[in-house]
């Protein structure tokens, strides 16, 4: 099955759909990153929402990653290795 589709560059400034969709995936987001932040709050994730600021990568290295973290995530991986590593 092919589909037609077009990429649209900076879409969401200039498609009001785009805009609309990007604003409603924004919101989501932040909302289960505030529900995550009730199951890890030594995280952080209802400040930065997923960003791998300063604060939250230390809270990685203390803690180790939780069940949501991205494998793909570079610093995911590493928290990983050293874990295992030092067991």
């Known amino acids: 099955l092919m589909i037609a ?3 649209i560059v900076k879409g ?8 609309a969709a990007s604003i409603l995936a ?5 909302k ?10 030594d995280f952080g994730f209802d ?3 997923g960003y791998g600021t300063v604060a939250h990568l230390r809270a990685l290295s ?3 990653p939780t ?10 991986r590493n ?9």
Do not use: E
Request: proline share 8%; aromatic share 4%; with cysteine.
């Open 26 to 30: 924004n919101t989501a987001r932040d």
């Open 12 to 19: 969401d400034v200039t498609v009001p759909a785009i805009s």
């Open 62 to 64: 203390i803690n180790g």
């Open 32 to 41: 289960v990153m505030c529900d995550l932040h009730l199951l890890y709050p």
């Open 47 to 49: 400040q930065h929402k």
């Open 67 to 76: 069940p949501v973290h991205r494998l793909s995530f570079a610093p995911v």
């Open 5 to 7: 589709a077009r990429a």
């Open 79 to 87: 928290a990983i290795m050293v874990m295992q590593s030092s067991s």
